[in-house]
């Protein structure tokens, strides 16, 4: 079993990476093996919505998008991977624009013929076999947690399409305020979520034994 994170945060080695690092050794302790994609250390240059990659070439699994950087690779790895977590910072009610790129350059995974008015479909359905799990992090205390709504939004929005569960939102607050108490309970509440993201996707393959 393979588990991907995807970091959106600018800081690499502030709070909401080593709350993604801790629920990828979650996953790693029940055998998964893990990757980190940092993304702001990547190659990605924003999408253009030139719309060829989901207007073309609907027998490949991912669409062909006429921009060379590093998110064909992502993209790759991501369709071969089993499970996901999605992580960033809380910037300006929403995602931070590195995140807002990787998600936006994943309309590759989707097809639409040309003049259909509807939403694009996955090009690759998961039949809820690959369970995600999000965190967000944020200045604003946990009582006001619906900050956050925005950000599960855009990171989960195309899971639905996809039909992958979304298991956790995690929310952690007052992230400029964080003592030695409050760091070790969510360490352990993001460690546990990368536990219980691999045993949902073992239960899921178990379901169709």
Excluded: W
Excluded at 33 to 57: A, D, P, S, T, W
Excluded at 112 to 138: H, W, Y
Aim: net charge neutral; proline share 4%; aromatic share 10%.
């Amino acid at each position: 079993m393979r588990i991907l994170a995807f970091m959106g945060s600018p800081r690499t080695t502030g709070l909401c990476a080593q709350f993604t690092e801790s629920a990828l050794k979650g996953a790693a302790s029940r055998g998964a093996e893990i990757k980190q994609f940092n993304l702001v250390k990547y190659n990605l240059k924003f999408c253009r919505g030139c719309y060829k990659c989901v207007h073309k070439n609907h027998d490949l699994p991912i669409g062909i998008c006429p921009l060379k950087d590093d998110m064909a690779g992502i993209l790759k790895e991501y369709l071969e991977a089993d499970g996901y977590l999605m992580a960033a910072p809380v910037y300006d009610f929403t995602v931070p624009s590195v995140m807002k790129v990787f998600i936006e350059r994943r309309f590759s995974l989707f097809y639409k013929t040309k003049g259909n008015r509807g939403i694009p479909d996955a090009r690759v359905k998961q039949k809820f076999k690959k369970k995600a799990s999000l965190i967000a992090t944020g200045s604003a205390g946990e009582e006001f947690g619906p900050i956050a709504e925005p950000c599960f939004e855009v990171m989960g929005g195309h899971f639905m399409i996809e039909e992958i569960d979304v298991l956790d939102q995690l929310y952690v607050g007052r992230i400029h305020d964080v003592d030695e108490k409050r760091y070790s309970e969510k360490m352990d509440e993001t460690y546990n979520m990368g536990v219980r993201l691999v045993e949902e996707i073992e239960k899921a393959r178990k379901g169709d034994e």
